[in-house]
């Protein structure tokens, strides 16, 4: 990853106008970022700020001019529209309603959303209310992600996550009152502190929940189960490095993971990637466009997007986003910006596919393998992987085997130095 090139220096700096240039298809499904939040958690690592509402209003008139130029580059009515939209943050449910009221008008007055467009929006249960979703709704949003992180408030205190376990399930009942009929939860696992016996009460809180597709009790249909990561310069990581904290042991961590699996599968949840549960055809088709390497647009600072193989990311403060924004008649600065490389997009396209339980197309992988004269030490590295017990081959697909999936960074590391 490069610095961040401060805005000043205008001479080094790019717009997205810039690989947005390189488009061929029209692009199917966008990413806004709304940074603000009321409290900045100690594991985040995504750009967020500590909302004063003194910027909302001139954030949400960027987005705006952003949204506008991005919106040549979507796919129109005639092509089917976007497939999806996702805003998350930060906490987007901070934005102020008449500001959420213009941004839905905007959207759709710029893009071809239609009932068929997954539409979500990430929300903490603190800012759930019957207003707002209703606002929501009313604006073509059709699927909730509501961060729980855990029902045990101990456990929350660590991760300095500061809600009311219980406004879990209001906001579940909000949004399907609403008529929000798609809602996932987000769970945090191997939490400092945390026993084995604390995630099993966590899951089973989780699957009472369950109410299926289009419940309007409150239920969910898709269930996101993480492990606590330690992400460099977030307040958690320094605690752990100061000795304020204690990482869980690995064995405990290990079965965690592999109870989360045998459980949500007996209970009808069904793991489509590694973290990612959800009964029947609920799959988050937005991240599955993410772990399949397609296309998509991203709006707002922060934000990452992938367009005709071009990888990049907006300036990740707001200040900087915002004047970047007007200087360039509504194309964001941006960093990190990777052209289209084989090798690069064929190493991402294994580490990203070898997480869905659907695997990798094995043949289709060596054969881009073969254009980058990379087919054979990949092959050898797959066959090592297989011989290992990690990796399964059937069906012409590669696929991490239950094993595998304990270590499936080690997997696609290894198949991904195949192509060097």
């Given at each position: 990853?490069?610095?961040?090139?401060?805005?000043?220096?205008?001479?080094?700096?790019?717009?997205?106008?810039?690989?947005?240039?390189?488009?061929?298809?029209?692009?199917?499904?966008?990413?806004?970022?709304?940074?603000?939040?009321?409290?900045?958690?100690?594991?985040?690592?995504?750009?967020?700020?500590?909302?004063?509402?003194?910027?909302?209003?001139?954030?949400?008139?960027?987005?705006?001019?952003?949204?506008?130029?991005?919106?040549?580059?979507?796919?129109g009515s005639s092509s089917g529209g976007l497939a999806t939209v996702f805003i998350g943050g930060g906490t987007p449910t901070l934005l102020a309603q008449p500001l959420w009221?213009?941004?839905?008008?905007?959207?759709?007055?710029?893009?071809?959303?239609?009932?068929?467009?997954?539409?979500?929006?990430e929300c903490n249960p603190e800012t759930a209310s019957a207003s707002l979703f209703a606002l929501l709704r009313e604006g073509g949003v059709n699927r909730m992600s509501i961060g729980a992180q855990s029902f045990d408030a101990r456990h929350l205190r660590t991760l300095e996550r500061w809600h009311d376990p219980e406004n879990v399930e209001r906001a579940l009942s909000l949004a399907a009152r609403?008529?929000?009929?798609?809602?996932?939860?987000?769970?945090?696992?191997?939490?400092?502190?945390?026993?084995?016996?604390?995630?099993?009460?966590?899951l089973e809180k989780a699957l009472s929940l369950c109410g299926g597709v289009g419940s309007t009790s409150g239920g969910i249909d898709h269930l996101s189960c993480y492990s606590l990561t330690y992400e460099p310069g977030t307040p958690l990581t320094a605690r752990r490095d100061h000795g304020e904290i204690q990482p869980l042991d690995e064995e405990t961590e290990c079965r965690m993971f592999e109870y989360t699996g045998e459980r949500l599968l007996q209970a009808g949840l069904a793991r489509y990637e590694i973290s990612n549960f959800s009964v029947p055809r609920s799959e988050c088709r937005h991240n599955l466009n993410y772990w399949r390497q397609e296309q998509w647009l991203a709006a707002g600072p922060s934000a990452s997007a992938f367009v005709a193989g071009h990888r990049w990311k907006n300036v990740a403060r707001l200040g900087d986003w915002l004047d970047g924004v007007r200087a360039s008649r509504g194309y964001s600065p941006i960093t990190d910006h990777e052209p289209p490389d084989a090798r690069r997009l064929l190493a991402e396209r294994i580490?990203?596919?070898?997480r869905l339980s659907e695997g990798l197309d094995a043949g289709a992988i060596l054969r881009e393998a073969r254009s980058i004269s990379a087919a054979d030490r990949l092959q050898r590295a797959s066959k090592l992987m297989i011989n290992s017990g990690c990796l399964l081959e059937s069906d012409g697909r590669w696929r991490l085997s239950p094993a595998g999936l304990l270590v499936a960074d080690s997997v696609a590391t290894t198949l991904m130095a195949a192509l060097d």
């Amino acid at each position: 990853m490069t610095k961040i090139i401060p805005l000043i220096r205008r001479s080094q700096c790019i717009t997205a106008a810039v690989p947005l240039a390189a488009r061929q298809e029209p692009v199917r499904s966008l990413y806004i970022h709304i940074p603000f939040c009321f409290h900045k958690c100690h594991y985040c690592d995504f750009y967020s700020l500590v909302d004063t509402q003194d910027r909302q209003s001139a954030f949400v008139e960027a987005l705006v001019r952003e949204l506008s130029v991005l919106s040549p580059h979507a796919a129109g009515s005639s092509s089917g529209g976007l497939a999806t939209v996702f805003i998350g943050g930060g906490t987007p449910t901070l934005l102020a309603q008449p500001l959420w009221r213009r941004l839905l008008a905007v959207l759709h007055d710029l893009f071809a959303i239609s009932a068929a467009t997954e539409f979500t929006v990430e929300c903490n249960p603190e800012t759930a209310s019957a207003s707002l979703f209703a606002l929501l709704r009313e604006g073509g949003v059709n699927r909730m992600s509501i961060g729980a992180q855990s029902f045990d408030a101990r456990h929350l205190r660590t991760l300095e996550r500061w809600h009311d376990p219980e406004n879990v399930e209001r906001a579940l009942s909000l949004a399907a009152r609403a008529g929000i009929k798609r809602r996932s939860l987000d769970l945090i696992f191997a939490i400092p502190g945390q026993s084995l016996d604390d995630w099993q009460t966590d899951l089973e809180k989780a699957l009472s929940l369950c109410g299926g597709v289009g419940s309007t009790s409150g239920g969910i249909d898709h269930l996101s189960c993480y492990s606590l990561t330690y992400e460099p310069g977030t307040p958690l990581t320094a605690r752990r490095d100061h000795g304020e904290i204690q990482p869980l042991d690995e064995e405990t961590e290990c079965r965690m993971f592999e109870y989360t699996g045998e459980r949500l599968l007996q209970a009808g949840l069904a793991r489509y990637e590694i973290s990612n549960f959800s009964v029947p055809r609920s799959e988050c088709r937005h991240n599955l466009n993410y772990w399949r390497q397609e296309q998509w647009l991203a709006a707002g600072p922060s934000a990452s997007a992938f367009v005709a193989g071009h990888r990049w990311k907006n300036v990740a403060r707001l200040g900087d986003w915002l004047d970047g924004v007007r200087a360039s008649r509504g194309y964001s600065p941006i960093t990190d910006h990777e052209p289209p490389d084989a090798r690069r997009l064929l190493a991402e396209r294994i580490m990203t596919g070898l997480r869905l339980s659907e695997g990798l197309d094995a043949g289709a992988i060596l054969r881009e393998a073969r254009s980058i004269s990379a087919a054979d030490r990949l092959q050898r590295a797959s066959k090592l992987m297989i011989n290992s017990g990690c990796l399964l081959e059937s069906d012409g697909r590669w696929r991490l085997s239950p094993a595998g999936l304990l270590v499936a960074d080690s997997v696609a590391t290894t198949l991904m130095a195949a192509l060097d």
